[in-house]
């Protein structure tokens, strides 16, 4: 079989080798070291992982690409799988209020927060939001992510910009390397209109929105802010059952801030994933367990949040929930595309080992998209997503926090992101 793509030499290849749906337990551990390492890639694909030299049956041509890794680390691509890319703005403004001690949810009860992202989506054109998300999709890749979740959500009762939001995560998905994921989050925030009757506004998704959605194919999933004050419980479990009936699969923001028991609806409803938790009880980490939903954590969130409390990862593991990472990247609560300073988080903050970050960041973030048959390790079938960074070890990259240690990134069996080329030199 003739390759298109070598790496060799890998100090420290992670394979993340294993059972393609989510790691639980001591199986977030076993991330398939192997040291001299060696990577074969063909039509996009892994056509071979293993140790040393390629065997014979495998041939070069002059055309076969030959990266040599000598002292580098690789690791499958990286997967965020919660962020809000695309949105028009930012909110700098709300720094020195929240210095000054005001909340997340005061500044969004005020008409401020999800509010100002609201209008400047609304007032922004097409062009202007793909510009703005296309930058932050460049960023991303450059820390070593190859594929990203994209949630709506700052058009809310304004259905045309809902669409536009979904219309460009979709175009971003044909023209940029990354593989982008689209979710649609109408419920994000109750609209100013609906104030008073937000039952109103839950109808609208259900009734309106959900079928036109499904009917464009412009969503893979449906996500909803459960907190105190936006959705509450019920009307969440109406929207995320009217979303399944349309084929969208859910997701929840649950327990981010207050414990209204989003942890156990994310159970009772069967979502993929349930995301933050920073203040899930024991009983819903137990019912996610049982029903296998995913704990989706977003530690750059709490700690931007300046919150007092983080998800408690190391408990949620301990009980059987499989635990992935995200950025959880929006002008707000988390204005960071750095993957790879949440996996220090993640350490840091958590108490998780490096393996159980890595295992986080790859193969169960893949699971949290469904995209684990194909993404998310480095093992023979699978998409070809790598990612090669200028350290010994993964344990290194975590330890030497905050900054970019990716040299090289591989999409589909395609050298997307080169570090010195990028820098122009
Ligand atoms: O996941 N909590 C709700 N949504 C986002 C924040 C969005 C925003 O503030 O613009 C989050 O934290
Ligand atoms: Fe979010």
């Known amino acids: ?29 076993e991330v398939g070291l192997i040291e001299n390492g060696i990577v074969a890639i063909k039509d996009g694909k892994i056509a071979y992982v293993g140790q040393g030299e390629l065997p014979k049956e495998f041939e070069t041509s002059e055309d076969t690409k030959i990266i040599d890794a000598t002292g580098k680390t690789v690791i499958p691509g990286l997967v965020d799988s919660h962020t809000h890319l695309v949105h028009g703005g930012s909110r700098e403004h709300e720094l020195a209020m929240k210095l000054k001690g005001a909340k997340y949810l005061e500044i969004l009860e005020a008409g401020g927060g999800i509010h100002s992202t609201v209008k400047a989506t609304k007032n922004a054109s097409f062009l202007e939001l793909y510009e703005q998300a296309k930058k932050s999709l460049d960023i991303m890749l450059s820390f070593g992510v190859t594929t990203v979740e994209a949630k709506s959500g700052y058009g809310l009762d304004d259905f045309d910009t809902e669409i536009k939001q979904m219309e460009v995560a979709k175009k971003l998905n044909e023209d940029h390397p990354v593989d982008v994921v689209s979710t649609f989050m109408g ?32 969503a893979k999933f449906c996500d909803v802010f459960c907190e105190k004050g936006v959705f509450d419980l019920e009307q969440t479990k109406k929207i995320l059952k009217a979303g399944l009936n349309y084929g969208l699969l859910p ?30 009880s024991d009983k819903g980490i137990d019912m996610m367990a049982e029903k296998g939903v995913i704990a989706n954590l977003l530690p750059g969130t709490s700690f931007y ?3 007092a409390k983080h998800a408690r990862a190391k408990e949620m593991i301990k009980r059987g929930v499989a635990v992935s990472l995200s950025t959880d990247y929006n002008p707000g609560s988390c204005p960071t595309e750095n993957m790879q300073l949440v996996m220090s988080f993640a350490s840091l903050i958590y108490k998780m080992t490096p393996e159980e970050v890595l295992t986080a960041s790859t193969i169960n973030g893949a699971a949290s998209l469904k995209l684990e048959d194909q993404i998310g390790s480095i093992e023979v079938g699978k998409m070809a997503d790598l990612v090669i960074l200028d350290a010994p070890n993964f344990e290194y990259t975590i330890y030497h926090f905050g900054i970019n240690h990716t040299l090289y990134v591989i999409k589909s069996g395609q050298l997307v992101y080169d570090k010195y080329k990028y820098m122009g030199f």
């Open 1 to 29: 079989m003739k390759v298109d793509l070598i790496i060799k030499n890998i100090k420290s290849l992670y394979t993340l080798q294993g059972p393609n749906r989510p790691r639980i337990k001591d199986e977030m551990k």
């Open 187 to 218: 419920a994000h925030a109750i609209p100013e209109r609906y104030k008073d009757d937000p039952d109103k506004f839950v109808n609208a998704i259900i009734d309106e929105m959900i079928p036109e959605i499904a009917k464009r194919s412009l």
């Open 251 to 280: 997701k929840v923001h649950a327990d981010e801030i207050e414990p209204i028991g989003g942890a156990e609806l994310a159970a009772e409803v069967g979502c993929i994933s349930a995301d933050h938790l920073v203040a899930a």
């Open 305 to 307: 949040l300046q919150a």
